[in-house]
């Protein structure tokens, strides 16, 4: 904490926009400089400084533009600063991302289209997602939203953590423990990843896992790292897991050899299940600087040993 003036620094991929939104709300003892090595806060995209973290000497508090920050908390040397990340503002986009894919599966709507360009008129039997059963690994801020929509279109919906609490204001019907993985995996519909990339995340869905499924649609929002890629495509392949929703990767873009691009059975997208509004991450800021300056506690610290 620091009533004194405070120097931000910006590291986005839209550092004028940042810079603007933040000038017109006129916080308290706050100027932003264009010396990276005077500021102590920083608002920041993680990839773009976790190479260059020399340059930020006196940087007390990061505030991520994301919710991921595993660019930073699997460093080999853990930063001294606090860092805080983004929450409560990607559930929505989220649950119409896997929502929208899960019905039109269901519903055939890219059978249809097909049938448009070639002139078909032939009725295919559906079944209504309020006849499906969800798991969600992750019962954070994004699974919780996740859980209540799918809930509001009549699913079970369960959820799957390290704890087997259910979380605050729970949307869940069932919540599990990790350990329980396999046995619940067999019982669903649906699997969602909201998982961080964490050492206990990394491969978590792998071939072993996956084929513990009956024909499940598989979405991954989260991390990359925790779907193992050959297992996920054997699983496919043999079966145990109908389609792939897959939007993020271990490399990223997706290297355009990969066999993901034109496999049948998945569906890529470009990190794009939910983005950061800057608007909604600079309202997030603002809270945090005002805590920060009146020396209150930060919202959405991150705990770097875990990632999250």
Same mark, same amino acid.
Request: negative net charge.
């Given at each position: 904490?620091?009533?004194?003036?405070?120097k931000?620094?910006?590291?986005?991929?839209? #550092?004028?926009?940042?810079q603007?939104?933040?000038?017109?709300?006129?916080?308290q #003892? &706050?100027?932003?400089?264009?010396?990276?090595?005077?500021?102590?806060?920083?608002l920041a995209?993680p990839p773009?400084?976790s190479t260059?973290?020399e340059?930020y000497s006196?940087v007390?508090w990061?505030?991520?533009?994301?919710a991921?920050?595993d660019?930073l908390?699997?460093?080999?040397?853990?930063?001294k600063?606090?860092?805080?990340?983004v929450?409560?503002?990607?559930g =929505?986009?989220i649950?119409?991302?896997? &929502?929208?894919?899960a019905i039109s599966h269901?519903?055939?709507? #890219? !059978?249809y289209k097909e049938? !448009?360009?070639? $002139?078909l008129?032939?009725?295919?039997?559906?079944q209504?997602i309020?006849?499906?059963?969800?798991?969600?690994?992750?019962? $954070?801020?994004?699974?919780?939203?996740?859980?209540?929509?799918a809930?509001? @279109?009549?699913?079970?919906?369960? $959820?799957v953590?390290?704890?087997?609490?259910p979380p605050?204001?729970?949307?869940?019907?069932?919540?599990?423990?990790? !350990?329980?993985l396999r046995q619940?995996l067999?019982?669903?519909?649906?699997v969602?990843?909201?998982?961080?990339?964490?050492?206990?995340?990394?491969?978590?869905?792998?071939?072993?896992t996956?084929?513990?499924?009956?024909?499940?649609?598989?979405?991954?929002?989260?991390? $990359?790292?925790?779907?193992n890629?050959?297992g @996920? @495509?054997?699983a496919?392949?043999?079966?145990?897991?109908t389609h792939?929703?897959?939007?993020?990767f271990?490399?990223e873009?997706?290297?355009r050899?990969?066999?993901?691009?034109?496999?049948?059975?998945?569906?890529?997208?470009?990190?794009?299940?939910?983005i950061?509004?800057?608007? =909604?991450?600079v309202e997030?800021?603002?809270?945090n600087?005002?805590?920060?300056?009146?020396g209150?506690?930060?919202?959405?610290?991150?705990?770097l040993?875990?990632?999250?």
């Amino acid at each position: 904490m620091n009533n004194l003036t405070n120097k931000l620094y910006i590291d986005t991929e839209q #550092d004028a926009l940042y810079q603007e939104l933040i000038e017109q709300l006129n916080l308290q #003892d &706050l100027t932003i400089t264009d010396d990276p090595e005077s500021a102590n806060i920083l608002l920041a995209s993680p990839p773009r400084i976790s190479t260059k973290l020399e340059q930020y000497s006196c940087v007390e508090w990061v505030q991520s533009i994301y919710a991921g920050v595993d660019a930073l908390s699997t460093l080999d040397k853990t930063p001294k600063f606090t860092l805080t990340n983004v929450k409560g503002i990607f559930g =929505q986009q989220i649950a119409e991302y896997v &929502l929208g894919y899960a019905i039109s599966h269901f519903r055939h709507f #890219d !059978q249809y289209k097909e049938q !448009q360009v070639n $002139g078909l008129w032939h009725q295919i039997p559906y079944q209504t997602i309020d006849t499906k059963s969800m798991l969600i690994l992750g019962t $954070g801020s994004i699974g919780n939203h996740v859980a209540q929509m799918a809930k509001a @279109l009549g699913m079970t919906v369960y $959820g799957v953590n390290r704890s087997g609490i259910p979380p605050k204001d729970s949307n869940f019907d069932e919540t599990y423990h990790i !350990q329980e993985l396999r046995q619940t995996l067999s019982q669903v519909d649906i699997v969602v990843s909201t998982l961080p990339n964490t050492k206990e995340t990394n491969g978590l869905l792998n071939r072993e896992t996956l084929e513990q499924c009956n024909g499940v649609l598989v979405f991954n929002v989260g991390r $990359g790292p925790t779907i193992n890629e050959e297992g @996920l @495509l054997a699983a496919v392949d043999g079966g145990s897991v109908t389609h792939a929703y897959l939007d993020v990767f271990n490399h990223e873009p997706l290297d355009r050899q990969h066999a993901f691009w034109n496999h049948p059975s998945i569906t890529v997208t470009p990190h794009i299940a939910a983005i950061s509004v800057p608007e =909604q991450v600079v309202e997030i800021f603002q809270q945090n600087y005002r805590n920060w300056h009146s020396g209150f506690k930060l919202e959405n610290v991150v705990d770097l040993s875990k990632g999250y």
